[in-house]
Every structure is written in C-alpha cells, then in structure tokens.
C-alpha cells in the first residue's frame, strides 16, 4: 500500500518544510514524467523573431539531459549580413549548485558550424541579405525553404518520443496546404487531422517517416529533416496533380434540342 500526500493550502494551515518538499518534488516528477523517454530539444515555443536589427528567441520548453528547462523572454543575439548561413542556437552550460538552486546557464548564439554539437539545440537557420529583415511568416509550404531573409526551422532540433523530430512549422505548414488543396485518401486526412490535435507540440519522428514512406509507396527508413520536408511537398504535388485532374460529374440530364 502506498501514501500520497498533497500539501492543502488555506487559512489556519502552518506552512512546514515537509509541504514545501512535497510541492517540489511533485513538480519536478511531473515535469520529468511528462518527458520521460524524450530526445532533447525543443518542446514547445522558442519561435524566432527579429527585431530592430537583433533576432530574438519568444519563450518556450526544451529537453536537455535530464533537465527540463523554460526558456524565457528576452532572449536576444546580434546578426552580421552575409551571403553564408547561420544558425541560431541555444547553447547549455554545465549544471552546478549555487546556494539553494541548481544553475544551467543558457546562451543565445549565431555560428556558421552547421553540424551543432552536444548541450547544443538549433532554433533555425538563415541567410540574412544587407538591409533586409528575418520573416517566419510563410505564404505556403513551399516557402518554408526559401533561401534568404527567411527563418528555417526545416533543420531545428525538436525534442521527439525515442528520437529528435521535426519543427512543428513544417507539420502545420502541410496541414494547411493539404486543406486548402483539397484530399481524397483517408491516409492524408488521418495524418492531417493528428497535426491538428498536436497543439504546438510535434509528432514522433517513426510516425512521420512511416506516413512519406507509405504514402509514397516507399520501403520504411531513417530519412533526414530535409528529405521528410521533401517527401511531405512530393504529397502535395500529388494533391494538386490529382485535384486538377479528377474529371467533373457530367449531369445526366443532358439533351440536345434540334429545332
């Protein structure tokens, strides 16, 4: 038989150590149990932005180690023009004690290493032209990929159940193509109707894979970031090809009248 205590907050209580210890290992167990089994990465948030010449990281969770960490507003890092790609990055420090917390310093950094590394998370990569400003808003799936002045999650490091997975800007960006497309195979709009219930957070990557590779009647393998962002627009073409050429109903009713 097991105990389960929760602290009960209300006038007359006395605050002891014991609830205080008990509100902090419910929340840290819960964290950890919500995650547990989780690649690191991001979770949810950390979308890039830019701002009076700065690019800027809007607040979010990731997974790093065994720390589940959120990462706050006011993140910012200064952007040098050139014809090279960037990545934007978080990078994590060594945890250590300080007093009465445990400390992890995280940084906000742009590098042109494209590998990335350990205790290293990428948030996107771009290509920033002289005098021109980072969008993340896109007009269509396609433009998810364009090369310059233009925020690309296609490579970010997304936290996934068993493995990293992919940014939840390209899981959403093919949604609302496919939508807007029109399908016709119940496999499309089973996958679409699990990108709609993700609610900000991402799919697992063996999910993913298994949808492009069935779909487009391919043998099941590991594939990278950029070969999912490729087989999902292969999808989409297929849409298109196949919306523009399903015949129109022919009205039965139809009469030839000579006068």
Known sequence: MAEIKIP???????????????????????????????SDGIVSGCGAFMKDGVIAVGRGIVKIGNHV???PDGMEATVTPGNEWHVLQLRFGTAYRE???????????????LAGGADVIEV?????????????????????NTEYDTVN????????????????????GFAKEAMRRGMQNPQDECFVQMILNLNGRSMTR????????????RPYKE????????????????????????PGRQRDDRRIIVD
Do not use: P
């Open 8 to 38: 009960v907050f209300e006038s007359g209580c006395v605050l002891t150590r014991e609830m205080l210890d008990l509100m902090e290992n419910m929340t840290l167990d819960l964290r950890s149990l919500l995650l547990d089994g989780f």
């Open 69 to 71: 960490l959120f990462i």
């Open 99 to 113: 007093d009465n917390f445990l400390v992890r310093k995280v940084t906000l950094e742009i590098t042109n290493d």
């Open 124 to 144: 996107c990569r771009f290509r920033l032209q002289g005098g021109a400003l980072l969008r993340n808003q896109y007009r269509d799936y396609q433009d998810l």
């Open 153 to 172: 999650e296609i490579y970010a490091k997304w936290s996934g159940y068993g493995k990293e997975t992919i940014s939840t800007k390209v899981l959403e």
């Open 206 to 217: 063996d999910s993913i894979q298994f949808y492009v590779s069935s779909r487009l009647a």
């Open 223 to 246: 594939i990278t970031n950029m070969e999912i962002y490729t087989g999902l627009g292969e999808v989409l073409r297929q849409l298109r090809s196949t919306k523009e050429h399903v």
